[in-house]
């Protein structure tokens, strides 16, 4: 069993610009905008316990201030069970970690976001 622990320094930079870019839409008022960039955070940071439970947190935060209870709710299991499903490496790949979509749903990665994979000298997730 591979047990995943830390992001490696070359997929850092990606994840912290869609973290940053969240923040910035968030700021402006794009909430769209803002919740695409930590979607795209969860499918960069899943892999690894502490990226995977920031997202979820963030997501938490950002249900608690729009005032939804479905995202709220939805986002209380996978905060508790997220980043040990990371360490132990037993992740829905491509999952986008909303509580729109089935917490054990796998998805397709976005060609742009394997780009990210693939320029970070990382294989794909599959």
């Known amino acids: 069993m591979i047990f995943h622990t830390i992001m490696p320094v070359s997929l850092r930079p ?14 402006a008022g794009h ?11 969860h499918v960069i940071g899943q892999a690894y316990p502490y990226t995977h439970s ?10 608690i201030k729009i005032k939804s209870a479905k995202e709220v709710l ?6 508790l069970v997220g980043g040990v499903k990371s360490f ?10 909303g509580s729109n979509i ?4 796998s998805l397709p990665i976005e060609e742009e976001i394997q780009d ?11």
């Open 74 to 79: 939805g986002q209380i299991p996978r905060l």
């Open 102 to 105: 089935p917490p054990l749903r």
């Open 54 to 63: 920031l997202v979820h947190w963030k997501m938490l935060l950002f249900g």
């Open 31 to 41: 909430l769209q905008d803002a919740w695409r960039h930590l979607e795209r955070a």
């Open 116 to 126: 990210i994979f693939t320029q970070s000298g990382l294989s794909v997730p599959s």
């Open 88 to 97: 132990v490496g037993k992740i829905p790949v491509g999952n986008t970690g």
């Open 14 to 27: 990606y994840f912290v610009t869609e973290l940053d870019a969240y923040h910035k839409q968030y700021q």
